[in-house]
T-cell receptor, first 111, second 116 residues
Framework: GQNIDQPTEMTATEGAIVQINCTYQTSGFNGLFWYQQHAGEAPTFLSYNVLDGLEEKGRFSSFLSRSKGYSYLLLKELQMKDSASYLCAATYTGGGNKLTFGTGTQLKVEL | DSGVTQTPKHLITATGQRVTLRCSPRSGDLSVYWYQQSLDQGLQFLIQYYNGEERAKGNILERFSAQQFPDLHSELNLSSLELGDSALYFC???????????????FGAGSRLTVL
């Protein structure tokens, strides 16, 4: 299989920084996506990494290490509206643009 | 608005019944992906169509079938429904992202199916 693992739940404080980790199977790996999903809504695209390193996009950054099969999503200056599920997803060779998702990390931002 | 349209938004039916979920991809996009999201599981890939042809198949049950029509809309048919089929069903198109250059799956709002 193409197991994608991420923590089930995390809690952080408004204004703080939180890092959500994700590990994936490296065999046949192409690229790594992060999506945000609010309860009952559609997932929305946050970031994409294909090369090693950090991609920064406003308050959100995403990191990839291809050799370690590891990625993280970094959220800065947390806001209450950031409370959501964060989904790590990967594409693999032969899968086209099909995404294989992890089960998601439910982030709760508290005052 | 993602440009991917799904109907119906909500559907309640009984075990043993059959339902059809409909998806219209973004204008001009040839691809359609179907995903199932249950409470205790993540997004599970069901099936992909590209320009009317089946392109990839995931963990789709034999009781489920799909097709993509010449106008590119797609339908997901779920039959002999069981309680465990209750889930959110998402349709997605593959859209080039202007910032990263990646082909990004863009999801519709989903169809929530409840089987009683």
């Amino acid at each position: 299989g193409q197991n994608i693992d991420q923590p089930t739940e995390m809690t952080a404080t408004e204004g703080a920084i939180v890092q959500i980790n994700c590990t994936y199977q490296t065999s046949g790996f192409n690229g790594l996506f992060w999506y945000q999903q609010h309860a009952g809504e559609a997932p929305t695209f946050l970031s994409y990494n294909v090369l090693d390193g950090l991609e920064e996009k406003g308050r959100f950054s995403s990191f990839l290490s291809r050799s370690k099969g590891y990625s993280y999503l970094l959220l800065k200056e947390l806001q209450m509206k950031d409370s959501a599920s964060y989904l790590c997803a990967a594409t693999y060779t032969g899968g086209g643009n099909k995404l294989t998702f992890g089960t998601g990390t439910q982030l709760k931002v508290e005052l | 608005d993602s440009g991917v349209t799904q109907t119906p938004k909500h559907l309640i039916t009984a075990t043993g019944q059959r339902v059809t979920l409909r998806c219209s991809p973004r204008s001009g996009d040839l691809s359609v992906y179907w995903y199932q999201q249950s409470l205790d599981q993540g997004l599970q890939f069901l099936i992909q169509y590209y320009n009317g042809e089946e392109r990839a198949k995931g963990n789709i049950l034999e009781r489920f079938s799909a097709q993509q029509f010449p106008d590119l809309h797609s339908e997901l048919n779920l039959s002999s429904l069981e309680l465990g089929d209750s889930a959110l069903y998402f349709c997605a198109s593959s859209v080039p992202d202007g910032y990263t250059g990646a082909n990004v799956l863009t999801f519709g709002a989903g169809s929530r199916l409840t089987v009683l």
